[in-house]
């Protein structure tokens, strides 16, 4: 199963590095679109979507999550988050369980 990023350049740019495919979108709206799309394919096993495009959209993404236990959809801190540094390594090996 495949892991896809969604979100702003730099957060899938960071996680193309490590090997991780990702679809780059500008706005809310269009992420819900991008994520819609993943939820039905079944090649997908885990989105992980920044939460600087997430934040608008997190009760569309709960309703979607409701409908459909795969794949998995986790929403993590952007690059230049209230949320201090974040290592995306270390978040990837931590929601793998690696």
């Known amino acids: 199963m495949q892991i896809v990023t969604v979100g702003s350049r730099v957060f899938v740019t960071s996680f193309q590095l490590a090997g991780v ?10 992420a819900l ?7 039905n394919d079944s090649s997908v096993g885990l989105v992980l979507v920044s939460d600087d495009v997430s ?10 999550r409701s409908k459909k236990s795969t794949p998995l959809v986790f929403e993590l801190p952007a690059s230049g988050s209230q949320k201090g540094e974040v290592d995306y390594r270390m978040l ?4 793998l369980g690696v």
């Open 21 to 30: 495919q990702g679809v780059i979108v500008e706005s809310p709206e269009k």
């Open 33 to 39: 679109v991008e994520i819609t799309r993943l939820m």
């Open 55 to 64: 934040k608008n959209i997190s009760g569309k993404l709960t309703e979607l």
């Open 92 to 95: 990837l090996k931590q929601i």
